[in-house]
């Protein structure tokens, strides 16, 4: 059950045992070197076989709906699934992939769009995640619906459903997610994922070859 209380963990909170094996199985670890590019000359990691860009609708930071598949269409999109009050995982993706994003012309932003799914809908609000956000990246654009939804979503794209850790005595609690980053590219599909330890300059590296 889910905790109505609406304070963030403390900062130095790590995640229980369970979500631990389970971010290490999704990617996620300790901060690792550069990657070595692949045969195709990215240093992401390549999927097993291209993920669709499923059609699904969920309400973004404006209280509007978000048809995701429509509204990405044509862009080299990332989607990650997290939640605001992660301890680790979730500020170091956005804080990574908004410094690299800066260092690119506007006409190569304007061509990226990064899309955050909140994993907690119980914690996050709308106005919750836009302030998140914003201490990352305006353009950042993000969504929530019910937390079934979301798990729903997740499977369709070959990540395990969310999972919410012990309530602790202050009311705060973890969630395990799947700790890398699902890159769209514009021709449609997904063939890359990036995790937990990408380095700014894997991003950096990626981004133009993504947008060929």
């Not at 012990?166 to 021709?187: K, T, W």
């Amino acid at each position: 059950m889910l905790s109505n209380d609406r304070s963030t963990p403390p900062r130095h909170t790590r995640v229980f045992a369970t979500v631990l094996q389970f971010l290490v199985l999704a990617g996620c670890g300790a901060q690792a070197p550069a990657a070595e590019a692949d045969a195709d000359g990215f240093r992401g990691t390549a999927l097993t076989e291209p993920l669709p860009r499923v059609d699904f609708t969920l309400t973004d930071t404006q209280g509007q709906p978000f048809a995701f598949r429509e509204r990405t269409d044509g862009r080299l999109t990332f989607l990650f699934f997290g939640y605001t009050s992660c301890p680790d995982v979730c500020p170091v993706h956005m804080t990574n992939l908004a410094a690299v994003l800066q260092r690119f012309p506007h006409d190569v932003r304007s061509r990226v769009m990064v899309v955050f799914v909140t994993t907690d809908p119980e914690r996050d609000t709308l106005e919750r995640i836009r302030d998140w956000l914003d201490g990352f990246d305006p353009s950042f654009i993000g969504l929530r619906g019910p937390v079934d939804e979301v798990n729903r979503i997740q499977t369709q794209f070959n990540l395990p459903a969310a999972g919410v850790g012990q309530l602790r005595p202050d009311g705060s609690y973890d969630v395990g997610h799947a700790a890398s980053i699902l890159a769209f590219q514009p021709d449609g599909p997904a063939r890359l994922a990036y995790p937990f330890g990408t380095r700014q300059a894997d991003w950096e590296h990626d981004i133009p070859l993504l947008l060929r």
